[in-house]
């Protein structure tokens, strides 16, 4: 999975940083609002950081004491925190990490093991649900060290990233080996693992956040069409009718769960058009929160 994300990180265009200007602006203004309530914070932890160009980390480094950047792909953040400023590198302590834990319990090599030797769908499944229903363990010990150390959490378009994309590229492979309905079989167990990896993750990092801590995060939620602009002017209802529809179901799945974890008073939410590339534009949501105190 750091290969997949590596090249992922890395097929890039040199335009990027420039491009998402005003995508950068509006995460920035997510964080302000957190900034609004709190003033000065010691801690920030961004989740999927990777080459950091959503990120105005100049900015946030006036309003707190250290930023932990955390990524399965540390080369990438290495490379993208170099060109801010010395005051604000000092602040920021790199993390190589992988959210989900699979690299915990070899799951990468199991996987390609039983799929190079033909097994059975049922059988894959089954590997697939055994997994899932350790997550919450291996959650525990993954995230242990930053238990209650973060005044904000926030995790960076994450939810579309996770095993899913990586999961479907490793099955390509052996596609020849299985007909379409035990493809079909595997494929709903990659959706299962990667909705408990979501639901997972909220729950990790609601532990990292001190008492009365602030989430933030933001998704890409859907591509932008020509077709889907009338249905963007008519609000919020709209949009989330028509992400049901034709969005990224684990980026629905992350959005659902926030709302459900964070206290209802102070949910902050706003959406705008990221322009990812040249020719692809995606709705992108973020939202603000406090951690419900349990």
Not at 155 to 163: D, E, G, R, W
Not at 165 to 176: G, Q
Not at 210 to 236: A, H, Q
Request: aromatic share 12%; charged share 30%; with cysteine.
């Amino acid at each position: 999975m750091e290969t997949f994300q590596r090249e992922m990180n890395h097929n890039r265009d040199e335009f990027r940083r420039t491009r998402w200007t005003k995508h950068r602006e509006q995460v920035t203004g997510l964080f302000d609002g957190v900034f609004l309530k709190k003033g000065l914070v010691d801690n920030v932890a961004i989740f999927g950081a990777g080459n950091c160009d959503d990120l105005d980390l100049d900015h946030l480094a006036t309003k707190c004491n250290s930023i932990y950047l955390f990524d399965i792909d540390i080369e990438s953040m290495k490379k993208g925190t170099k060109h801010f400023s010395e005051s604000t590198r000092n602040k920021i302590k790199l993390i190589e990490f992988d959210v989900t834990g699979l690299n915990k319990i070899d799951f990468e090599n199991k996987l390609s093991f039983l799929l190079e030797r033909g097994e059975k769908a049922d059988d894959i499944v089954r590997f697939l649900k055994d997994t899932e229903n350790q997550l919450g363990q291996i959650a525990d010990g993954v995230f242990a060290d930053y238990s209650n150390h973060f005044d904000i959490v926030a995790t960076s378009a994450i939810y579309t990233q996770l095993f899913y994309n990586w999961a479907i590229d490793t099955l390509s492979e052996y596609e020849h080996q299985y007909a379409k309905e035990e493809l079909e079989k595997i494929k709903d167990g990659f959706l299962d693992l990667r909705d408990q990896i979501v639901l997972t993750l909220h729950h990790s990092i609601s532990k990292c956040c001190v008492e009365n801590g602030f989430y933030i995060t933001w998704s890409d939620i859907l591509k932008v069409e020509p077709e889907y602009m009338d249905t963007f002017n008519k609000g919020l209802n709209a949009i989330f009718a028509l992400a049901s529809n034709v969005g990224y179901g684990a980026a629905l799945i992350g959005i659902k769960d926030f709302m459900e974890k964070v206290d209802k008073s102070e949910l902050s939410l706003r959406y705008w058009p990221w322009d990812f590339n040249e020719n692809k534009q995606y709705l992108t949501m973020g939202l603000i929160g406090r951690f419900q105190q349990i």
